[in-house]
């Protein structure tokens, strides 16, 4: 069964938020006002942090694309009272909407802060919300939500492939919106069990690392440290 | 005042005395604090409409007033069942008069501690889900199984020696009062055999009690120090949350006491010594929580962790110092300065202390919770809390509901175990007598044992 996980080449990023972008039209993700957005509510299930280091001349920036960190010991997933937190058999966490009674825990579990709760109901400009991705649901208010690999685009790729009689291959057939999306191709998507894929491959470079390894989480996504 | 009452056998009158009849100035309370709580409700309902977007919560601070609300009523619920069951096995004689109103406490504040949980919920429709699809890993499972049992056992406790003084009252009262606790009282004709029966069942639940009281807020400091976050993940927080929630019990019990001292004339019942006994309790109390603070911090500030370093420095000279200050000075230098002395450990300067205390240890969850989620281990998302008018109105309402429920506690029963005072003078004389003896050398042969208290061994039954 395949492990899905992303290596992110932070060589290549480019700070161009495309990815951002793709995933808020991919998932349905609700815009907000810039006034609730100063307030702490906006959301984004993969963001680009930048950060500037040094002083002048030798100053640096830097951008660190994040997105769910699909952990092996994922945190959130645990503290879920209700079990709407759950990690499949091929080690995607995604959330069940549905279920969500909206505690967050899980939000308080995460170290990484990736999970996002819907304050209010969800809003879209009118054009926007013209431009819904019909393969996804919206959700309610008062529940979390977060980033789950483009769930969704795997049950298409599953689909394709027992309509051919074999599993989903480990690269190219299945890739989350926004590692399709990014023109610099730094971000790297794959099954990281199949020794053939590039996703592995890069996985084990001297140059991989993960956020935050030492709390034990075991991120699926690698970091390609700068050379 | 209170020494040489000239009827101080007089039929415990005044305790039956609230029940019995209602004065104006409960019933302009009631409808003051039923006004406050009726805003609350629509606070909530505000907020049911909209959403939690109309609270000041926000990324990463997702967790306000109302976890710290739950953690604090939880709390002060430590007052009652845990403090009494405690001076009951003990064998505290001064317990008699305090008891009951502590027991009260405990039973009423717990649906607020649950109620803020469910206030905090983005979707409360779905509660029941906990339930259906538990998950048993989770901590907040664990805290919905403690609590409930704990509701439950506390819920026993209070009853149990309510039984006696419900069929006082079934004697006393008429029409629909008198058909409640004749349904209530079970029966109760005081038969040795029935008295025998109740003690039983009552020191079988006050040893229970106990450590499903410890357990309670055990769990509920599990929720925070099970994360991965900065200054949450301790693992002194069990013992450190159930100090805390005595000593806010505690306080909360004593302001209690001296309300229904003050509004029902019991002055007679809840003398200064009670007041002096737990207030050395308090102080004790007061101490034992610094130590745990002191020790929580500074292992915090000597580690020198980056994460936890700017949680610390956030609470001790940054947004939070105010509070973080305001918390020192209300949970030990005033108690401290007020209790230490006896001159002015009278029962003003005790029920000050206490009100110092009850604001001091409120402070000291929001401290628990606010600062750390407001510094997350990732500084990307760094943030402010500030609560808005929704949380603002929920809490108050909170508060005046549960003011609200224990003052009609005290209209549908004695406020005082009657049948435990009672017992006290009746019994309790003699077998603190014969206990003190029994710690004594034993006498030489020759010399005669009296076995009776002087003076007022003649009114004593042996049994």
């Given at each position: 069964?395949?492990r899905w996980g992303m290596v992110i080449d932070l060589d290549r990023c480019?700070?161009?938020?495309?990815c951002?972008?793709?995933?808020?039209?991919?998932?349905?993700?609700?815009?907000?006002?810039?006034?609730?957005?100063?307030?702490?509510?906006?959301?984004?299930?993969?963001?680009?942090?930048?950060?500037?280091?040094?002083?002048?001349?030798?100053?640096?920036?830097?951008?660190t694309p994040r997105p769910?960190m699909q952990?092996?010991?994922?945190?959130?997933?645990?503290?879920?009272?209700?079990?709407?937190?759950?990690?499949?058999?091929?080690?995607?966490?995604?959330?069940?909407?549905?279920?969500?009674?909206?505690?967050?825990?899980?939000?308080?579990?995460?170290?990484?802060?990736?999970?996002?709760?819907?304050?209010?109901?969800?809003?879209?400009?009118?054009?926007?919300?013209?431009?819904?991705?019909?393969?996804?649901?919206?959700?309610?208010?008062?529940?979390?939500?977060?980033?789950?690999f483009?769930?969704?685009?795997?049950?298409?790729?599953?689909?394709?492939?027992?309509?051919?009689?074999?599993?989903?291959?480990g690269e190219?057939?299945?890739v989350p919106?926004c590692v399709?999306?990014c023109?610099a191709r730094a971000l790297i998507f794959g099954d990281l069990d199949d020794?053939?894929t590039a996703a592995s491959n890069l996985a084990h470079s001297p140059r991989a690392f993960r956020m935050?390894?030492?709390?034990?989480?075991?991120p699926k996504v690698y970091y390609l440290k700068e050379? | 005042?209170?020494?040489?009452?000239?009827?101080?056998?007089?039929?415990?009158?005044?305790?039956?005395?609230?029940?019995?009849?209602?004065?104006?100035?409960?019933?302009?309370?009631?409808?003051?604090?039923?006004?406050?709580?009726?805003?609350?409700?629509?606070?909530?309902?505000?907020?049911?409409?909209?959403?939690?977007?109309?609270?000041?919560?926000?990324?990463?601070?997702?967790?306000?007033?109302?976890?710290?609300?739950?953690?604090?009523?939880?709390?002060?619920?430590?007052?009652?069942?845990?403090?009494?069951?405690?001076?009951?096995?003990?064998?505290?004689?001064?317990?008699?008069?305090?008891?009951?109103?502590?027991?009260?406490?405990?039973?009423?504040?717990?649906?607020?501690?649950?109620?803020?949980?469910?206030?905090?919920?983005?979707?409360?429709?779905?509660?029941?889900?906990?339930?259906?699809?538990?998950?048993?890993?989770?901590?907040?499972?664990?805290?919905?199984?403690?609590?409930?049992?704990?509701?439950?056992?506390?819920?026993?406790?209070?009853?149990?020696?309510?039984?006696?003084?419900?069929?006082?009252?079934?004697?006393?009262?008429?029409?629909?009062?008198?058909?409640?606790?004749?349904?209530?009282?079970?029966?109760?004709?005081?038969?040795?055999?029935?008295?025998?029966?109740?003690?039983?069942?009552?020191?079988?639940?006050?040893?229970?009690?106990?450590?499903?009281?410890?357990?309670?807020?055990?769990?509920?400091?599990?929720?925070?120090?099970?994360?991965?976050?900065?200054?949450?993940?301790?693992?002194?927080?069990?013992?450190?949350?159930?100090?805390?929630?005595?000593?806010?019990?505690?306080?909360?019990?004593?302001?209690?006491?001296?309300?229904?001292?003050?509004?029902?004339?019991?002055?007679?019942?809840?003398?200064?010594?009670?007041?002096?006994?737990?207030?050395?309790?308090?102080?004790?109390?007061?101490?034992?929580?610094?130590?745990?603070?002191?020790?929580?911090?500074?292992?915090?500030?000597?580690?020198?962790?980056?994460?936890?370093?700017?949680?610390?420095?956030?609470?001790?000279?940054?947004?939070?110092?105010?509070?973080?200050?305001?918390?020192?000075?209300?949970?030990?230098?005033?108690?401290?300065?007020?209790?230490?002395?006896?001159?002015?450990?009278?029962?003003?300067?005790?029920?000050?202390?206490?009100?110092?205390?009850?604001?001091?240890?409120?402070?000291?969850?929001?401290?628990?919770?606010?600062?750390?989620?407001?510094?997350?281990?990732?500084?990307?998302?760094?943030?402010?809390?500030?609560?808005?008018?929704?949380?603002?109105?929920?809490?108050?309402?909170?508060?005046?509901?549960?003011?609200?429920?224990?003052?009609?506690?005290?209209?549908?029963?004695?406020?005082?175990?009657?049948?435990?005072?009672?017992?006290?003078?009746?019994?309790?004389?003699?077998?603190?007598?014969?206990?003190?003896?029994?710690?004594?050398?034993?006498?030489?042969?020759?010399?005669?044992?009296?076995?009776?208290?002087?003076?007022?061994?003649?009114?004593?039954?042996?049994?």
């Amino acid at each position: 069964m395949a492990r899905w996980g992303m290596v992110i080449d932070l060589d290549r990023c480019t700070g161009c938020q495309a990815c951002v972008v793709t995933c808020k039209a991919e998932n349905n993700v609700p815009v907000v006002t810039p006034r609730e957005a100063q307030r702490g509510r906006l959301m984004l299930w993969m963001t680009v942090i930048p950060e500037v280091e040094g002083e002048f001349p030798r100053v640096r920036a830097r951008f660190t694309p994040r997105p769910c960190m699909q952990c092996d010991h994922p945190p959130c997933v645990k503290v879920c009272p209700v079990q709407a937190m759950t990690k499949s058999p091929e080690g995607t966490v995604s959330h069940v909407f549905a279920r969500c009674i909206g505690c967050r825990f899980c939000v308080q579990a995460c170290p990484y802060g990736v999970t996002y709760f819907n304050w209010q109901a969800p809003t879209w400009p009118k054009d926007l919300r013209e431009a819904l991705n019909p393969d996804f649901a919206i959700r309610p208010t008062g529940v979390v939500e977060m980033c789950d690999f483009c769930h969704h685009r795997l049950q298409h790729a599953r689909e394709e492939a027992r309509a051919d009689g074999r599993e989903v291959r480990g690269e190219g057939e299945y890739v989350p919106a926004c590692v399709q999306a990014c023109p610099a191709r730094a971000l790297i998507f794959g099954d990281l069990d199949d020794p053939n894929t590039a996703a592995s491959n890069l996985a084990h470079s001297p140059r991989a690392f993960r956020m935050l390894e030492d709390l034990g989480t075991s991120p699926k996504v690698y970091y390609l440290k700068e050379g | 005042m209170q020494t040489t009452h000239p009827q101080a056998f007089d039929g415990d009158d005044v305790l039956f005395a609230p029940v019995l009849r209602t004065g104006r100035g409960f019933y302009t309370a009631a409808v003051f604090l039923l006004a406050v709580a009726a805003w609350g409700a629509y606070a909530y309902t505000y907020q049911l409409r909209y959403g939690l977007g109309v609270t000041g919560l926000n990324r990463p601070v997702a967790w306000g007033f109302y976890i710290v609300n739950f953690v604090f009523f939880i709390g002060i619920s430590h007052a009652g069942t845990l403090i009494s069951a405690i001076l009951r096995l003990c064998n505290a004689e001064w317990r008699r008069p305090i008891t009951r109103a502590a027991e009260t406490i405990t039973v009423l504040v717990l649906f607020f501690g649950l109620g803020s949980i469910i206030i905090d919920l983005g979707r409360p429709d779905r509660l029941f889900y906990v339930m259906q699809y538990g998950r048993l890993q989770s901590p907040l499972l664990w805290d919905v199984t403690s609590i409930t049992t704990y509701l439950t056992a506390s819920t026993l406790y209070l009853y149990l020696p309510l039984i006696p003084d419900l069929a006082l009252l079934r004697d006393r009262a008429r029409g629909w009062r008198r058909q409640l606790y004749t349904a209530i009282s079970l029966g109760w004709r005081g038969t040795p055999e029935q008295h025998r029966r109740l003690e039983r069942g009552i020191s079988v639940m006050a040893v229970l009690v106990i450590p499903i009281a410890v357990s309670v807020h055990t769990v509920v400091s599990w929720v925070f120090s099970m994360t991965l976050q900065p200054m949450w993940k301790s693992t002194i927080f069990g013992p450190y949350f159930v100090t805390g929630a005595i000593f806010s019990g505690m306080a909360a019990l004593i302001i209690a006491m001296a309300a229904v001292r003050r509004a029902y004339h019991l002055e007679n019942y809840l003398k200064p010594v009670h007041f002096n006994s737990l207030a050395l309790l308090l102080l004790t109390m007061s101490l034992l929580w610094f130590y745990f603070t002191f020790a929580e911090h500074l292992t915090a500030y000597y580690g020198g962790e980056l994460a936890e370093g700017a949680v610390l420095f956030a609470k001790v000279t940054g947004p939070y110092a105010p509070e973080f200050w305001a918390m020192v000075v209300l949970n030990l230098v005033i108690p401290l300065a007020i209790m230490a002395n006896r001159r002015t450990r009278t029962v003003a300067g005790i029920v000050t202390a206490s009100a110092s205390v009850l604001v001091g240890m409120w402070l000291e969850r929001y401290l628990i919770v606010v600062p750390t989620l407001a510094n997350p281990r990732l500084p990307y998302a760094r943030g402010l809390y500030s609560p808005t008018w929704v949380e603002w109105s929920i809490t108050a309402g909170a508060f005046a509901l549960f003011i609200l429920l224990y003052m009609v506690f005290t209209k549908l029963f004695p406020i005082i175990s009657i049948w435990e005072v009672r017992e006290g003078r009746e019994r309790g004389i003699q077998e603190a007598y014969e206990r003190i003896e029994s710690y004594l050398p034993t006498p030489t042969p020759g010399t005669q044992p009296s076995g009776r208290v002087p003076g007022v061994g003649a009114a004593v039954p042996s049994h």
